[in-house]
């Protein structure tokens, strides 16, 4: 049976078909349309299916969206089931994690009354321990906090947990956690980076004292939007952690299908969405970058998820002060930091801390290649397997070759406000220098 997950509505739509058990296709809406964040499927773009199913229920959503003030959703997509909001979120955790039993914890800015919630999953029975719910709302504090320093709210709030790093937690934040903070909040008269710091630090200790309190299986899951928040998930200590590399919205259009299935699903890699082929080798890849400093590569089926993990990446020489000439290509804010990927074998000599192959924790720099290394001494680290199915792993090999360094920085091949390079005509207008100055492979 085709099962056809849907995520749209709010923001980042998404589709997902699975066939027994199997991922076939997943696509962020945005990259096909090309417009930032866009939040409506197109029924011309969806693979038929037996079954559609959605993220969440709409009746029980519009009952929380009159209550605050908002207008009532419409159906746009005609599905036959639906699936709560959170557990949508859960089933796109479970359903891909390495192992069984464990506790789910979901935090996001909000889905039909619930904000945040724990699940237990014993031999495969799921039982619902624990709810926050609206008005109260983690991601909605720090939603509103982005909006008031003026970024993106539901879109931009990575951009205030880099900016943290430049401020100090001065400012008690802590009376958010009794207000409405989905209109916004009032003037906080302080530095940016000090707003930024302290909802930060608000944030990482409110998601301890959930997980000592709630979570208390060895394997924990974390999921919804809130699960990118790459420096409060490596506070969590003596965890065995799984985020599935699309925690957010998008990645509830998995999490449907799942709920529907019923069971786990053969997971590999989150490499599932367009494919381009490129006629370029890592060999004429690395020989470009040691030459040039820079390049992108648009290769394979583009990831699953907001993190480029090779196949849409632009990669620069971490050994060069190229930062602000990275950030100059993407046209975004010069304070923004930049990850490394490098080889597996290689990571610990360089880094200490949690690091994984989706970018989920950060962990601190043992080099002093300052490129790839944000202003508190960490990294957002990639570590590249072995196993690694994109064309990033044989290009580092390469590199390694030529210049004695495991690791490349690597960012989204995209420019800021705009999604990633999804196809070849995407491909050729970075070329034609239509998007970007960047050579794309």
């Known amino acids: 049976m085709n099962i056809l997950g849907i995520s749209e509505g709010s923001h980042d739509a998404a ?58 959703r419409k159906e746009n997509i005609k599905c036959d089931v639906e699936c ?19 506790d789910i914890l979901v935090i996001d800015a909000i889905g039909e009354l619930e904000t945040a919630a724990v699940y237990e999953v014993r031999n495969e029975k799921w039982k619902l321990t624990w709810t ?91 999921m919804g939007g809130c699960a990118l928040n790459c420096v409060a998930n490596s506070k969590i200590n003596n965890k065995n952690i799984w985020i599935m590399p699309n925690p957010g919205d998008a990645g509830s259009s998995l999490g449907a299908a799942a709920f529907v299935y019923n069971k786990k699903l053969k997971w590999k890699d989150p490499y599932l969405g367009t494919n381009i082929k490129s006629n370029y080798t890592p060999k004429n890849i690395a020989r470009f970058l040691y030459e040039h400093n820079h390049c992108g590569v648009a290769d394979g089926r583009i990831e699953f998820g907001p993190r480029a993990l090779g196949n849409r990446s632009l990669l620069a020489d971490p050994r060069l002060d190229i930062k602000d000439s990275i950030n100059n290509i993407k ?7 930049f990850a490394p990927a490098i080889l597996e074998e290689y ?18 720099a043992k080099h002093d290649y300052k490129s790839v ?26 590199w390694m070759d030529l210049t004695n360094c495991p690791m490349l920085l690597n960012t989204s091949l995209n420019v800021k406000g705009k999604p990633m390079v999804n196809n070849e005509i995407h491909k050729k207008e970075w070329n034609s220098g239509t998007c970007a100055r960047c050579m794309v492979f």
């Open 132 to 222: 926050m719910n609206y008005p109260q709302s983690l991601g909605l504090i720090y939603s509103a906090v982005t909006d008031l320093l003026g970024y993106k709210p539901m879109e931009e709030e990575y951009i205030v947990m880099g900016l943290a790093a430049y401020g100090e937690p001065n400012i008690d934040l802590s009376y958010l956690l009794n207000e409405n903070c989905h209109k916004g909040i009032k003037t906080i008269p302080r530095y940016p980076q000090d707003v930024a710091a302290s909802v930060q630090k608000l944030y990482e200790d409110e998601l301890l004292k959930i997980v000592k309190k709630h979570c208390h299986h060895k394997n924990l899951i974390l």
């Open 347 to 364: 990571a610990n000599e360089y880094f200490e801390g949690p690091m994984n192959e989706y970018m989920q924790f950060v962990a601190k």
């Open 331 to 337: 046209q975004r804010q010069a304070f923004r930091p």
């Open 84 to 102: 709560n909001h959170h557990l949508s979120h859960a089933w796109a955790g479970w359903a891909t994690a390495p192992f069984n039993d464990c």
């Open 373 to 398: 290394t944000h202003v508190d001494g960490t990294a957002r680290v990639q570590i590249v397997k072995k196993n690694c199915k994109s064309i990033l792993r044989p290009i580092l090999e390469e």
């Open 15 to 72: 589709w997902c078909l699975i066939k027994d058990g199997e991922i076939i296709e997943a696509h962020h809406i945005e990259r096909h349309t090309q417009i930032k964040n866009d939040k409506w499927l197109q029924q011309k773009l969806l693979p038929k299916a037996d079954v559609v199913v959605r993220h969440e229920n709409l009746n029980e959503l519009n009952k929380r969206r009159k209550i605050s003030g908002q207008d009532e």
